[in-house]
T-cell receptor, first 115, second 112 residues
Framework: DAEITQSPRHKITETGRQVTLACHQT?????MFWYRQDLGHGLRLIHY???????NKGEVSDGYSVSRSNTEDLPLTLESAASSQTSVYFC??????????????FGEGSRLTVL | DAKTTQPPSMDCAEGRAANLPCNHS???????VYWYRQIHSQGPQYIIH???NNETNEMASLIITEDRKSSTLILPHATLRDTAVYYC?????????????FGTGTRLQVFP
């Protein structure tokens, strides 16, 4: 079955380190998204991509970057991790086809702790 | 400003219908109402969506008022497994991703 997977599921790092969270989907969806979730804030959009070589900033993009070199993957990089980036990160994908419901398919999340 | 307004929490007895309201008074004509839920710390799961007609699927029913300024998600026979946070979002059918803001949702607690 097609799926969307995130890795690692849990990560502890130190302030200032570079961290990359992987997201891989096998649906061949063009649209991919990264969210973070913190208590009291719901899900907030970090970055998104509509296809290969396309990336866009969401509402909380400072300190994060993404790249889209193929359809299946959208890695999220924290260039210099900060304690404020301790959070649970969710990747999602969707199809742009008109016949689709437009729903987002989410991964299981990556819990990042920055000490 | 928030696009949708939901009560922070609700309770429901197992086996009864759970009715979760959502206010979206500034919804535009091309915007759909989508509902997702998030069980514990899992990724959110799509439930249902609609434009102006009521919709039903195997998970739930969606009732949208005639003026489209509010909607209600109905879980007809709630079970303990329906305990989750329910998110109502509005967005165009084709993406304008500044609309993909989930907010804090309604925490539904189903009790025995």
């Amino acid at each position: 079955d097609a799926e969307i997977t995130q890795s690692p599921r849990h990560k502890i790092t130190e302030t200032g380190r570079q961290v990359t969270l992987a997201c891989h989907q096998t649906w061949n969806h063009n649209n991919m998204f990264w969210y973070r979730q913190d208590l009291g804030h719901g899900l907030r959009l970090i970055h998104y991509s509509y296809g290969v070589q396309d990336t866009n900033k969401g509402e909380v993009s400072d300190g994060y970057s993404v790249s889209r070199s193929n359809t299946e993957d959208l890695p999220l990089t924290l260039e210099s991790a900060a304690s404020s980036q301790t959070s649970v990160y969710f990747c999602a994908s969707s199809s742009e086809l008109a016949s689709n419901t437009g729903e987002l398919f989410f991964g299981e999340g990556s819990r990042l702790t920055v000490l | 400003d928030a696009k949708t307004t939901q009560p922070p929490s609700m309770d429901c007895a197992e086996g009864r219908a759970a009715n979760l309201p959502c206010n979206h008074s500034t919804i535009s004509g091309n915007e759909y109402v989508y509902w997702y839920r998030q069980i514990h710390s899992q990724g959110p799961q799509y439930i249902i969506h609609g434009l102006k007609n009521n919709e039903t699927n195997e998970m739930a029913s969606l009732i949208i008022t005639e003026d489209r300024k509010s909607s209600t998600l109905i879980l007809p026979h709630a079970t303990l497994r329906d305990t989750a946070v329910y998110y109502c979002i509005v967005r165009p059918r084709s993406y304008n991703t500044d609309k993909l803001i989930f907010g804090t949702g309604t925490r539904l607690q189903v009790f025995p």
